[in-house]
């Protein structure tokens, strides 16, 4: 069974950037679709940003311009792009398929951003 490890997260301040990093493997990555989720507490879960399998990608409208997700199909990696981060960017970021399977969450990667 896969495991999808996140890592990158931390304290920025506003306008800075981050590179988040997921680790799963070449045979997910090639299989699903994949997204990059967050959550901050007493929210639900919210995808931020999906790409195919033929590396098209999408964003929610309130990361578009400054996020840019990707992936490394030869070395099984799912990464995230943020820049010009705001205060309304901290939240807890995971990856998984999209749609997500349940059984892949991990523990996600805290990114807080400092006004």
């Known amino acids: 069974q896969a495991q999808l490890v996140e890592s990158g997260g931390g304290l920025v301040q506003a306008g800075g950037s981050l590179r988040l990093s997921c680790a799963a493997s070449r045979e997910f990555l090639s299989k699903y679709f994949m997204g990059w989720y967050r959550q901050v507490p007493g929210k639900p879960r919210e995808l931020v940003a999906s790409?195919?399998?033929?590396?098209?990608?999408k964003y929610k409208d309130s990361v578009k311009g400054r996020f840019t997700i990707s992936r490394d199909g030869s070395n099984g990696t799912l990464y995230l792009e943020m820049n010009s981060l705001t205060p309304e960017d901290t939240a807890v970021y995971y990856c998984?398929?999209?749609?997500?399977?349940?059984?892949?969450w991990g523990q996600g990667t805290q990114v807080t951003v400092s006004s």
């Open positions: 790409i195919t399998n033929r590396g098209i990608p």
């Open positions: 998984n398929s999209n749609p997500p399977l349940p059984v892949y």
